[in-house]
């Protein structure tokens, strides 16, 4: 710990009035470390102090020197910075700092830092904040030099200065631009690119024109067909100005459309079927023809079997102002001659036989044409007071449900009893008429 004396010695030699402490974890070293962020006239700016590797230093003082003077001076308040490394509580006040000094014959602004609050090995002293005026691009030299307590040698001692050169207004400017022109149509997307300036931020894309076009992150969506324009932009930092904001246009293309058809249906000489079909975007309908009319004719979405043979069918979707027509699409079926399926009813007062394709909806006797490999699922429906009592032919049971293939000429019976108590199978055998 140093006298009075010491401090008192210490004093004099710098000529100034001051407080001193004496911290005790130091490394050696007698190097300053100065650095002063860019500003541009009326901003603040900060300088940062580092005493480089501290060492045989008990205590010392610190001068910051603007050469030109007027330039820079400090705010009325606020003035100092000190990091989390600085806690009062283990390192004592913060050093003291004389406002704008003027007493020397060249009026410069001096600054002096008494005292240091160094953690372990670090010699950061903090950051004063400086107010900046002057005209841009006028030069201010900044040196900062100082003087400090040896305790090995028991006498002041002079650190080494440096000098940093300081110019008003240097805050580069910085700019951004698209590279190419995105290509993109309605319901499609792109990756559109653009390039920023020095400050490492990110460039931001966004889109002008919604209704037409999106943008998310450097994703463009096409919305509509019309003109699409983006606009891009980069924030600054404090070496860097923002970027201008920069825009470009271009056109977003009618939007394709396509048609897929469902599955075939299964077709006969003179029997009908359905046809389907999805088309696009738009929402128009998707139509359909005959190309084969000799074989096939179409009427909406039902297609008629003329002739054995294959029967083609054309799928169209018109377009509108977003989405172009859609390309034709072909759809090829096989109209087979035909089988034929004959139902008969024993009992026609007692109930009815319909079935899913074919128009089959007996009475007494029925029969029609269906395509070869066709699947029939037949029905009986007893009338009020009858049951059904059983198929016969190429169906066989008692549900009231049969599926017959058909893959060659089939007949199928059915009939119909009063309605009776449920009786065992053995026993509904037995009485069967």
């Known amino acids: 710990m140093k006298t ?35 500003a541009q006239s009326g901003a603040t700016t900060n300088a940062k102090i580092l005493l480089v590797n501290p060492a045989d230093v008990e205590s010392f003082t610190l001068q910051l020197t603007f050469a030109s003077g007027g330039i820079l ?81 028991q006498t002041v001692k002079t650190l ?69 324009t983006l606009q891009a932009s980069q924030a600054g930092n404090a070496t860097y100005n923002p970027a201008p904001t920069v825009t470009e246009s271009f056109t977003v293309g009618k939007g394709n459309q396509t048609i897929t058809f469902g599955a075939a249906p299964t077709l ?52 509108n102002m977003n989405y ?16 034929t399926l004959t139902v008969t009813n024993f009992n026609k007062p007692y109930g009815t036989i319909t079935s899913n394709t074919g128009g089959i909806a007996c009475g007494a006797t029925c029969a029609t044409t269906i395509a070869s490999g066709s699947r029939v699922t037949l029905v009986a429906m007893p009338v009020a007071g009858y049951q059904f009592s059983g198929w016969g032919g190429d169906c066989s049971g008692y549900g009231n449900s049969c599926v017959v293939t058909i893959d060659a000429t089939k007949s199928v019976t059915a009939k119909f009893e009063i309605f009776k108590k449920r009786q065992s199978i053995w026993k509904r055998i037995l009485l069967k008429p």
């Not at 401090?7 to 100065?34: H, K, P, Q, W, Y």
């Not at 940093?164 to 805050?171: C, D, R």
């Open 4 to 38: 009075n004396l010491k401090s008192r010695n210490l004093l004099i030699a710098l000529g100034v009035a001051a407080i001193f402490f004496t911290a005790d974890c130091m490394a050696v070293n007698e190097a300053l470390s100065l650095s002063i962020q860019p």
């Open 73 to 153: 001076s400090l705010p009325s308040s606020g003035w100092f910075q000190r990091g989390d490394y600085f806690p009062s509580t283990l390192f004592g006040p913060e050093p003291r700092v004389e406002l704008n000094h003027t007493a020397d014959a060249a009026a410069h602004t001096n600054i002096y830092l008494d005292g240091f609050n160094p953690s372990g090995n670090s010699g950061q002293v903090g950051q004063v904040a400086l107010n900046v005026s002057g005209t841009t691009n006028s030069t201010q030299v900044v040196t900062l030099s100082g003087e400090f307590w040896s305790r090995s040698e």
């Open 160 to 228: 080494v200065p440096i000098s940093v050169e300081f110019k008003i207004g240097t805050i580069a400017d910085q700019t951004v631009s698209f590279v190419g022109i995105p290509s993109v149509v309605v319901g499609g997307t792109d990756t559109v690119v653009a390039t920023g300036g020095g400050s490492g931020n990110t460039v931001i894309i966004a889109s002008q024109t919604t209704n037409v076009c999106t943008v998310s992150g450097n994703t463009l969506s096409g919305v509509a067909a019309g003109t699409c």
């Open 268 to 319: 006969a000489v003179g029997r009908t079927g359905t046809v389907t079909a999805t088309g696009g975007a738009s929402g128009n309908l998707v139509t359909f023809t005959s190309q084969t009319l000799n074989v096939c004719s179409v009427v909406g979405n039902t297609v008629t079997g003329s002739k054995a043979g294959v029967c083609t069918l054309a799928a169209n979707q018109l377009g």
């Open 324 to 339: 172009n027509a859609a390309t034709q699409v072909t759809q090829n079926i096989n109209v087979t001659i035909g089988l």
